[in-house]
């Protein structure tokens, strides 16, 4: 039995898996976008589905998608682009800010884009990665919060968890590529990174400036 209760035709993937294939962040994916062709008919169903991100396909071949919260459209995600690069085996993703180019490598699919696309959020860095996980629930105050503390500074080693504080039903994000690509632009570094219950991010940066961004992906329900 799958945990997830989705219309026909939609794909769920877990993105952002552990080394021992649990957790991920749940990613709805309508593969064919042109059944639900407008931006308010989208919104409803992501609404409904209850994902952090749902992706509309509007062009499998080219690359062409279109990513929405519970509550607004997104220009850029990092855990929807690496499930649907992983899903269609896409070497190129096209959307509004950009390129975004996807690579597999093993059991890793990867992806490459800028900093300046990722949406604004707050990085906060805690002294320990003891008191990251004990956290019961979001901080205080308002806008997208991405915590962590080293948990191995020297091996890149980090411990994060994300809370949207955007008024819907996602109270933490279990696993976020883009807050991490932003950590790993302003650290200038390598890391690997445990966010939520289990799941692992890994980041590269680049010398031109852009940041790669990389993990398991594996099939939750295939619509």
Request: charged letters at 25%; hydrophobic letters at 40%.
């Amino acid at each position: 039995m799958s945990d997830y209760d989705v219309p026909r035709g939609i794909d769920v993937l877990r993105v952002f898996c552990g080394p021992d294939g649990r957790h991920g962040n749940a990613l709805g994916v309508v593969r064919d976008g042109s059944s639900h062709p407008d931006v308010a008919s989208r919104q409803l169903l992501a609404r409904r589905l209850g994902f952090s991100e749902t992706v509309f396909v509007d062009d499998p071949e080219r690359g062409r998608v279109d990513i929405h919260t519970p509550g607004l459209r997104l220009p850029f995600a990092g855990h929807p682009l690496v499930g649907t690069a992983w899903l269609l085996d896409l070497e190129v993703l096209e959307l509004a800010v950009g390129d975004v180019f996807a690579r597999q490598d093993g059991e890793f699919t990867w992806i490459t884009a800028r900093p300046e696309w990722v949406p604004p959020r707050t990085l906060q860095q805690y002294a320990s990665a003891a008191e990251v996980e004990a956290l019961e629930g979001p901080p205080p105050g308002e806008g997208w919060l991405y915590v962590w503390a080293w948990e191995d500074e020297a091996a890149g080693r980090v411990r994060a968890r994300a809370f949207p504080r955007r008024g819907d039903a996602i109270v933490e994000d279990e696993a976020t590529g883009a807050a991490a690509l932003l950590l790993s632009a302003r650290l200038g570094r390598a890391l690997n990174i445990t966010q939520g219950r289990g799941s692992q991010i890994l980041t590269a940066p680049a010398p031109d400036g852009t940041v790669e961004v990389g993990g398991r992906v594996l099939m939750a329900v295939r619509g």
